[in-house]
């Protein structure tokens, strides 16, 4: 957890000093790049989330994500994306595409899921575990501490790729996801075929989280996804400016959360939610006095 | 021209029934009001015509034939879009989403459907900050960018001030009037008696037929 300790230069050299010095070492340009990457993609689609009622299914997907990592953990498997990503994507099918007419409702069956995997994934981990430190697994695992600084060049492509992906097929069915998130059986009625894109939007979703996991851990991702859309919705009245502004907003506190961390050595996860949560307040803030105007 | 035909439909949710047999047809250009009590099951017909439920049994038969018929779609709000930040062209313009990227073509055509309901001047406003007959009628325009000739609506004036709801009716019927066939559920009897052409009863029995008709025997048998 202390990587940064061992960078940490004694003396007061000025901030500027010290943060040209951490750019020396790979790994920060790493993090922020992942970390720009990530919180642009969640931002994007924290939107339509947030607009859907489905605020909390970061929140339940994470935990699902958490128990992929226990049982990767367990089979000692060597690169932990094959299991975490497919137990993801398929829990969040589930979730999203049961619709309205389940027997069991949409809150409840992300709560349902939420609590279950972070139990038996904790319990997974407790009886079959491998490590040594295991406090300090479930720690990292659940808060993020300092994995976003340990990531290989391999894992920083693959994030690439994988936000690249993201972006592309948001832009490309930029207006469908409006119209689906306005109105869904409107959407279905213009020939919009919205089953197949509920599931390509849930199959997203678990890519963003899983994402989102290296970043912040599994407990705090759904501040990515819902301060940048909550604060974004405060200030503009048009979607497109909703959207673009939630993006921008995500991406500079990911970068300012990330380098603060780097500099004063906290933890980057929670770091970078305590900056999303201080935009947040100043766009309330904005918001009030733009309607007092 | 015959616009839309029912042929033994049968309608409801996963295989069951809720209300049935229709028989029916409407040509271009008619005014169908849908009356019925709450739970009847005009609102599960509503959808089935429009694609969004398969029927039970039976068929539905679009005038020319068309698979894809142009359907323009008014449904009741749902809480999430009375607090939803877009502006009442970008929701407009979400009547012509059916493809990828919007042409200039669109942008015209939903400026005009704009224009026809009366909400040209509040486009680049907040959707939210619309009052309730506004927001009605920026939906009915989305829904005209979407429509052929066949238009649905789904109670249009519920929750709308009596001056918003007149307004309404005044849209309805210019709309009818250019050629449009309304399809309307409705509650307002008063409005159904002055404006529908037929009018379709749903309920343990499906009455259709002409307004005059329909009050006819509404009063023979002593309501139904």
């Known amino acids: 957890m202390n990587t940064i300790g061992h960078f940490q230069k004694t003396g007061d050299a000025d901030m500027l000093d010290k943060l040209l010095y951490y750019f020396q070492f790979p790994f920060v340009t790493y993090a922020l790049i992942a970390g720009a990457l990530t919180a642009l993609c969640s931002s994007v689609f924290g939107v ?246 | 021209m015959i616009s839309l035909k029912c042929e033994n439909l049968y309608v409801g949710y996963d295989g069951k029934t809720v209300a049935g047999p229709f028989d029916f047809e409407i040509g271009s250009g008619d005014y169908l009001c849908v009356v019925g009590n709450n739970g009847s099951g005009k609102t599960t017909f509503m959808k089935t015509l429009l694609g969004l439920l398969p029927p039970v049994s039976g068929r539905i038969v679009f005038g020319g034939g068309r698979t894809h018929p142009g359907v323009g779609y008014l449904p009741q709000q749902t809480s999430v879009q009375r607090d939803f930040p877009a502006t009442a062209k970008e929701i407009v313009l979400s009547g012509c989403a059916g493809k990828m990227f919007l042409s200039r073509a669109d942008k015209r055509k939903a400026e005009f459907n704009m224009n026809r309901t009366g909400v040209l001047s509040v486009g680049n406003k907040c959707y939210r900050e619309l009052s309730g007959g506004q927001q009605q009628r920026v939906l009915l325009a989305r829904a005209l960018c979407a429509a052929n000739d066949i238009m649905l609506l789904d109670e249009p004036v519920s929750g709308l001030d009596p001056t918003a709801a007149k307004e309404m009716y005044k849209i309805i019927k210019e709309l009818n009037r250019d050629g449009m066939t309304i399809i309307m559920i409705s509650h307002d009897m008063q409005s159904v008696a002055e404006n529908a052409s037929c009018i379709l009863h749903v309920g343990d029995t499906i009455y259709f037929g002409g307004r005059d008709e329909y009050y006819r025997s509404f009063s023979e048998n002593g309501g139904r």
Not at chain 1, 63 to 70: E, R, S
Not at chain 1, 91 to 96: E, F, K, P, R, S
Not at chain 1, 247 to 253: P, T
Request: glycine fraction near 8%.
């Open chain 1, 48 to 293: 339509t989330l947030v607009l859907r009622r489905f605020s909390f299914i970061g929140d339940g997907l994470s935990h699902v994500a958490f128990f992929g990592m226990a049982i990767a953990g367990v089979l000692s498997v060597s690169n932990s994306m094959l299991i975490v990503m497919p137990v993801t994507i398929i829990c969040a099918i589930a979730v999203l595409c049961t619709g309205k007419n389940s027997k069991i409702r949409g809150d409840a069956s992300i709560a349902m899921l939420s609590v279950g995997a972070l139990a038996l994934g904790y319990l997974v981990m407790n009886l079959f575990s491998v490590s040594s430190n295991l406090s300090g697994d479930v720690c990292s695992t659940l808060f993020g501490s300092a994995s976003i600084l340990t990531l290989s060049l391999s894992e920083v492509w693959l994030c690439v790729i994988l936000s690249a992906a993201v972006i592309l097929l948001f832009v490309l069915f930029y207006n469908k996801i409006f119209s689906v998130t306005f109105d869904s059986d409107f959407a279905q009625s213009t020939g919009i075929r919205t089953r197949i894109f509920n599931l390509l939007s849930a199959v997203v979703i678990a890519v963003i989280i899983v994402l989102a996991m290296n970043l912040v851990g599994s407990l705090l991702i759904s501040a990515l996804i819902i301060f940048p859309a909550l604060s974004a919705m405060r200030l503009f009245k048009s979607y497109r400016a909703v959207i673009i502004f939630s993006a921008v907003f995500s991406v500079v506190c990911a970068v300012a959360g990330i380098l603060t961390a780097v500099l004063t050595g906290t933890p980057v996860g929670s770091t970078v939610v305590a900056v999303d949560i201080a935009g947040f307040l100043i766009c309330c803030g904005c918001g009030l006095i733009l309607r007092r105007a």
